[in-house]
C-alpha cells in the first residue's frame, strides 16, 4: 500500500471549525437559572458565557427564596440550536446551580421587562410625548417643567417600540432592567 | 461531642478524615499556620517541591496512579498563581485535586496586602469548583464539600481559599459524614432505552469499534473489567485516545492501538470506516477528530459520557447516554445478555479482515540505521527491558510523548500518565515524583524531552530529598521537536526559535543535584545504559542522544480527515498541510 498523497490546495473545515455539521440557523431562547446566592456565583454563570464565546442579550438575577438562598438568573441567549443546548449543558455543570430551564421550548411563558426614559422638551413635542405614554400605558413618575421621566412595563418588543417613538421626542436616557420571565400556567 | 479547634487544625484534621496520607505543596507567610499543624502531627506526610506547579502535577501524578485525589498545599499570592497551570491541566483532564491557597487575612482583602491575589476569581474558570471560606465555622464543612466535588461525577481540581486569620481562629469541627454535600449529585445510572438502542446496534453492526477515553479510567476499576468483558465478549475491535491507555490492555485481542493525529494508521482507518462508533468515556478532541465534516461519515454513533455537555459538543451522536462508565456497561452488558448475546459475526469477521490489510501497512516501523540513536529505538528498548516490571510511565509534551504512546505497551488503567487536554510541557517530571509517593516500590519513568524537561529541573531536588528513585528518560535532539516537525511541515522549515543552544550537560547537573546521571548516545550501549539505570537505587536523568531531526508518524494532518495520514519513510512530507491547516495548531 502506498503512502497517501496529500493534495495541495486550502480548507476552511478544520479540527477548530467544530460546528460545520449543524444548523447555523439563530435562535434566541430565554433561560431561568436558579441558583444558590452564594458569593461569586454571578461571575461563574458570566464567566462561562465569555469564556466559551457565548452572547447575552439581556441578564437580570436577584435573591427568589430569603431563607433557601436561592437566586434566580434570567438569560436572554441568541445562538444555533446546538449552541443553545451547550449553553444549557455548561450551566447545568456549575456546582452552585441547581436548575436550568428553557422557557422558549418548555412551553408558553410570560417575559416582561421594565425600562425608565428620560423624555426632555416642551411644547407640542412634550403633548405628544405624554400622550403616545398613555397610550403605551406608561406612567409619569418624575416630572419637570421641561423633562418627564416615563415608567413602561413590558415586552422587550413593546419597550423597543415606545423609545422609537420617544426618541424624535426628547428622548434623553434610558434604562432598563433586562428580561424576568415565568413559565404560563400551573 | 463537639470539638473546638482553629482552623489550621481543622485542616489537617480534614485531610486525615478523608483518608489523604500525603500532601504536596509549599509554606509562606499565609499558610504558616497550617503548616505549624502538619510539622505537630505523623499521619500525614508533606512532599517539599521547588515550585507550586510542580506540586500541583505531583498530585496529579499521585492522583492518576493510586485512583485517589491528590492535594496541594500552597500560600497565597504568588503559590496560589503559580499552581494556576497544573489547576488547569487537570481540568482538561478530569484529575481529582484539592488545592488549598493560603490568603490574607480577611480584613485586608481587597487592599492590594503582601502576597495578595484575587485567588478564587483567578481560579475560577481553571476548576471545577472553588471556594473563599470567610469563617472558621464554616471551613470544615467546605472541606469535605471540597472532596465530593472533585472526586464525584466528572472529576476535578477544585480550590479552597483560606484567609489566614481564619487559620487561627477557632469553632466546631464538622466531621465527613455530617458536611452537606447539598445537591451536588451527577446522575450515574444511563436511560434503559437508550443503552438498549445501544445493544440493538451492537447486535447488528457489521464494522463496530470501541472509542475508549480517559473516562473509562476515571470511573474506576469496575468500568475496566467491565469494558475488557464487553469487547471480549463481542469481539469488537477497539481502540483509545491517548488518555485512555491501558483501560483495554496492549497486549489484548482486539486492541488496535492509539487513535488521533499521531494514532496508529488501522486504528483511524478503522475510525473512518467503522459503521458503529461506541465512544465510552472520550470527548471527540480535535486531535482526535481531525477535520471534523469529515470525520467518520458512515457510521452511527453512541457516546456514553457522564458529563451531559460533552455529548453533542463536537459531534452529533445518536445514541447519547449520560452516566458512569462503569454503572452504564453493567447494563449494557445486563441488557446484552438477556437478548441472547447476539453480534454480526459475519460482518465482524470481514471487519477484521480489512482491519487486518491496514495493519500490514506497519506504520510504526522505523530503521534503525546510521551512527544516531533513533528516538522510536531508544523507547522500543527502554519498553522491551521494563515491561516486566510493575511499571509506571509519565511523558511531558511533545514528540517523545507520541512516541511513547505509540511504542509502549499498557496492560492496566493508571500506568500511564500524560498531559493530554492542555499539554503542558514540565508536567511529567513533577507527575512522577507524585506517582513514585504513591508506590514507593514501583518502577517511575519518565519519558521525557530536554526541552520540557528543563521546564520543571528544579523538582530534581525534591526527588533527590525524598530518595525518589524516578528515572528520567530523556530524549534528547537539541530541538523543540514537534515545534520543529511543524515548522518542517507548514512553515517553510523555517526554524523560528526552535533550537535550544547551551542546552546543560544533564550528566554533570544529576550529579549536582546529588543524583546520578547517564549519557548514551550509541545504540549498541543503549541497552547496557537502560539497564545501568534500572539498577541504580535512586533518581537517574538519563541523557539519551538521538537522531536531531527524526519526525513523528504517523500523522493527520491539521484540516485532514483520519483517512489522509501521512505516513513514515515512504510519505511525502512537502505541501502536506493544506494552506486551511495552517492556522491550527
Redesign the interface.
Same mark, same amino acid.
Request: aromatic share 2%; hydrophobic share 35%; glycine share 10%.
Given at each position: 500500500m502506498s503512502a497517501l498523497q496529500i493534495k495541495k490546495g486550502s480548507t476552511k473545515h478544520s479540527a477548530y471549525n467544530l460546528r460545520p455539521t449543524f444548523s447555523d440557523v439563530q435562535e434566541t431562547h430565554t433561560l431561568a437559572v436558579i441558583v444558590d446566592n452564594e458569593p461569586g456565583v454571578l461571575a461563574r454563570v458570566i464567566g462561562l458565557f465569555s469564556g466559551r464565546g457565548y452572547n447575552i442579550d439581556s441578564l437580570t438575577v436577584a435573591e427568589v427564596d430569603h431563607t433557601g438562598h436561592t437566586s434566580r438568573i434570567t438569560i436572554v441567549t441568541t445562538g444555533t440550536p446546538q449552541v443553545i443546548e451547550q449553553i444549557k449543558a455548561q450551566l447545568g455543570r456549575i456546582v452552585p446551580v441547581h436548575e436550568v430551564h428553557d422557557l422558549t421550548v418548555e412551553g408558553p411563558s410570560v417575559e416582561r421587562e421594565l425600562a425608565l426614559l428620560k423624555v426632555r422638551g416642551a411644547g407640542e413635542k412634550r403633548v405628544e410625548a405624554l400622550r403616545l405614554a398613555d397610550i403605551f400605558r406608561a406612567n409619569a413618575v418624575d416630572s419637570t417643567l421641561d423633562s418627564f421621566i416615563f415608567e413602561l412595563t413590558g415586552t422587550p418588543d413593546k419597550i423597543d417600540a415606545f423609545a422609537e417613538l420617544m426618541r424624535p421626542l426628547g428622548l434623553v436616557e434610558i434604562a432598563r432592567t433586562g428580561v424576568a420571565a415565568l413559565s404560563r400556567g400551573s | 461531642m463537639t470539638r473546638q479547634m482553629t482552623g489550621a487544625k481543622m485542616v489537617v484534621q480534614a485531610l486525615k478524615d478523608q483518608g489523604v496520607d500525603v500532601v504536596f505543596g509549599y509554606p509562606g507567610g499565609a499558610v504558616l499556620p497550617i503548616y505549624d499543624e502538619v510539622f505537630q502531627q505523623n499521619d500525614i506526610r508533606h512532599v517539599l517541591v521547588r515550585h507550586e506547579q510542580g506540586a500541583v502535577h505531583a498530585a496529579e501524578g499521585y492522583a492518576r496512579a493510586t485512583g485517589r485525589p491528590g492535594v496541594v498545599l500552597v500560600t497565597s499570592g504568588p503559590g496560589a498563581t503559580n499552581a494556576v497551570t497544573g489547576m488547569t491541566d487537570a481540568l482538561m483532564d478530569s484529575i481529582p485535586i484539592i488545592v488549598l491557597s493560603g490568603q490574607v487575612p480577611t480584613f485586608m482583602i481587597g487592599n492590594d496586602a503582601f502576597q495578595e491575589a484575587d485567588t $478564587?476569581?483567578i481560579t475560577?474558570?481553571c476548576t471545577?469548583?472553588n471556594w473563599?471560606v470567610k469563617d472558621t465555622a464554616e471551613l470544615s464543612d467546605t472541606l469535605h464539600q471540597a472532596f465530593h $466535588?472533585a472526586t464525584q461525577g466528572r472529576p476535578g481540581p477544585v480550590l479552597v481559599d483560606i484567609p489566614k486569620d481564619v487559620q487561627f481562629a477557632s469553632a466546631e469541627y464538622t466531621p465527613p459524614q455530617k458536611a452537606r454535600t447539598?445537591?451536588?449529585a451527577p446522575q450515574v445510572k444511563g436511560d434503559m432505552a437508550a443503552i438498549t438502542e445501544l445493544v440493538e446496534a451492537l447486535e447488528t453492526a457489521e464494522r463496530p469499534i470501541f472509542y475508549t477515553g480517559g473516562g473509562v479510567i476515571n470511573s474506576g476499576p469496575a468500568a475496566t473489567q467491565l469494558l475488557r468483558e464487553l469487547v471480549e465478549a463481542t469481539g469488537v475491535p477497539i481502540t483509545s485516545t491517548l488518555m485512555g491507555l491501558g483501560a483495554y490492555p496492549a497486549s489484548g485481542g482486539n486492541w488496535l492501538g492509539m487513535l488521533g493525529m499521531h494514532g496508529l494508521y488501522e486504528a483511524n482507518m478503522a475510525m473512518h470506516g467503522c459503521d458503529l462508533m461506541i465512544n465510552v468515556g472520550a470527548r471527540f478532541d480535535?486531535?482526535i477528530?481531525?477535520?471534523? +465534516?469529515?470525520f467518520s461519515p458512515h457510521s452511527r454513533k453512541a457516546h456514553i459520557d457522564i +458529563?451531559?455537555?460533552s455529548?453533542? =459538543? $463536537?459531534i452529533?451522536t445518536e445514541i447519547p447516554i449520560v452516566g458512569d462508565i462503569a454503572h452504564v456497561l453493567e447494563d449494557v452488558l445486563k441488557v446484552w445478555k438477556s437478548r441472547g448475546r447476539k453480534v454480526n459475526r459475519e460482518g465482524i469477521e470481514k471487519w477484521w479482515a480489512q482491519i487486518s490489510?491496514w495493519r500490514? $501497512?506497519r506504520c510504526l516501523d522505523f530503521s534503525q540505521a546510521g551512527p544516531a540513536i533513533k528516538p522510536q529505538y531508544a523507547i522500543q528498548r527502554l519498553e522491551e527491558l521494563t515491561k516486566g516490571h510493575d511499571r509506571y510511565v509519565c511523558t511531558e509534551v511533545g514528540q517523545h510523548q507520541m512516541w511513547a504512546a505509540q511504542y509502549m505497551g499498557f496492560e492496566d488503567p493508571g500506568r500511564w500518565m500524560t498531559s493530554g487536554g492542555l499539554g503542558t510541557m514540565g508536567y511529567g517530571f513533577p507527575a512522577s515524583i507524585g506517582v513514585q509517593m504513591g508506590h514507593p516500590d514501583a518502577l517511575v519513568i519518565n519519558v521525557a524531552g530536554e526541552a520540557s524537561w528543563l521546564m520543571n529541573m528544579q523538582e530534581m531536588g525534591t526527588a533527590v530529598q525524598y530518595r525518589l528513585p524516578v528515572k528520567q528518560f530523556i530524549l534528547n535532539n537539541e530541538r523543540l521537536g514537534m515545534v520543529r516537525q511543524w515548522q518542517e511541515l507548514l512553515h517553510g522549515e523555517r526554524y523560528s526559535s526552535s533550537w535550544s543552544e547551551a542546552l546543560p550537560d544533564f550528566v554533570k547537573l544529576a550529579e549536582a543535584f546529588g543524583a546520578k546521571g547517564i549519557l548514551c548516545s550509541d545504540p549498541a550501549d543503549l541497552d547496557d545504559a537502560i539497564m545501568e539505570m534500572l539498577d541504580h537505587d535512586g533518581p537517574v536523568i538519563f541523557d539519551c542522544l538521538v537522531e536531531k531531526h527524526e519526525n513523528c508518524f504517523p500523522m493527520i494532518?491539521?484540516?485532514?480527515p483520519h483517512? =489522509?495520514?501521512?505516513?513514515g519513510e515512504?510519505?511525502?512530507t512537502k +505541501?502536506?498541510? =493544506?494552506?486551511?491547516?495552517a492556522?491550527?495548531v
Open positions: - | $478564587v476569581g475560577r474558570p471545577k469548583h473563599l $466535588v447539598r445537591h451536588y480535535d486531535r477528530t481531525g477535520r471534523v +465534516d469529515a +458529563d451531559p455537555s455529548i453533542n =459538543k $463536537v452529533h490489510e500490514m $501497512v494532518p491539521s484540516g485532514e483517512n =489522509k495520514m501521512l505516513l515512504n510519505a511525502s +505541501d502536506a498541510i =493544506k494552506e486551511g491547516g492556522v491550527l
